[in-house]
């Protein structure tokens, strides 16, 4: 089992449409957690920090779940300009050394 | 905001060849640097860690006498690919973290280097 996964998608949806991505880590003792979004041939971009509470910025939502070890991406009246790669990245150890899933591929269409 | 710096964003060489990438933290120390790879719809993997004046870590399954490291300095790491094989070919990101304002640790990407062996 990968130590972060993630639905590679693509996910399709319309511009305005609400649509959520799932990462799953397998390390409980995780400690940090991030949403990356990444465009073609580009470098990752910090989207934002999850935090345990959840946190929320603009149309982005991101949550934590420590229970079923997974965190959440939930982007509201999507735009064409979110069509994106969305990374998570995991760090284990407080060091930085940051794991990161495959992406889930998002496609907003007109 | 922050910015780092990679040099050359892109690299065509002949297979047996060295090709040495740059990354720099423009504004800011970096106290620890990472270099990762990520292949064509693959995830970024990290190949190492850069502290400044030491030897850098590799993580498992990276040669470290074919991926060449040296953090000379607070703003630059340079990752050398020895004798690049094609498939070394790929996409090059580093990082680097340091503090750029009061309670604001964090990492920060380049832009890649890609890399192609013929």
């Known amino acids: 089992r990968k130590e972060v996964e993630q639905d590679p998608g693509p996910f399709n949806v319309p511009e305005g449409a609400t649509v959520a991505f799932n990462c799953t880590y397998s390390?409980?003792?995780?400690?940090?957690f991030f949403w990356y979004r990444q465009d073609c041939r580009k470098e990752p971009k910090l989207l934002m920090s999850?935090?345990?509470s959840g946190n929320e910025d603009g149309r982005f939502t991101a949550q934590l779940n420590r229970a079923s070890q997974y965190i959440s991406l939930l982007i509201r009246d999507s735009k064409l300009s979110d069509s994106a790669t969305y990374l998570c990245a995991v760090d284990n150890s407080g060091t930085y050394k940051y794991i990161f899933g495959t992406g889930t591929r998002l496609k907003v269409l007109a | 905001g922050a910015v780092v710096s990679q040099h050359p964003s892109w690299v065509i060489c002949k297979s047996g060849t060295s090709v040495k990438i740059e990354c720099r933290s423009l504004d800011f120390q970096a106290t620890t640097m990472f270099w990762y790879r990520q292949f064509p719809k693959q995830s970024l993997m990290l190949m190492a860690t850069?502290?400044?004046?030491?030897?850098?870590?590799?993580e498992q399954g990276v040669e470290k006498d074919k991926f060449l490291i040296n953090h000379a300095s607070l703003t630059l790491s340079t990752l050398t690919v020895t004798s690049a094989h094609p498939e070394d070919s790929s996409f090059y990101i580093c990082s680097a973290r340091g503090r750029t304002g009061p309670g604001t640790d964090t990492q920060y990407f380049g832009p890649g280097t890609r890399l192609t062996v013929l």
């Open positions: 999850v935090y345990s």
């Open positions: 390390n409980s003792a995780s400690q940090s």
């Open positions: 850069s502290n400044e004046g030491s030897k850098a870590t590799y």
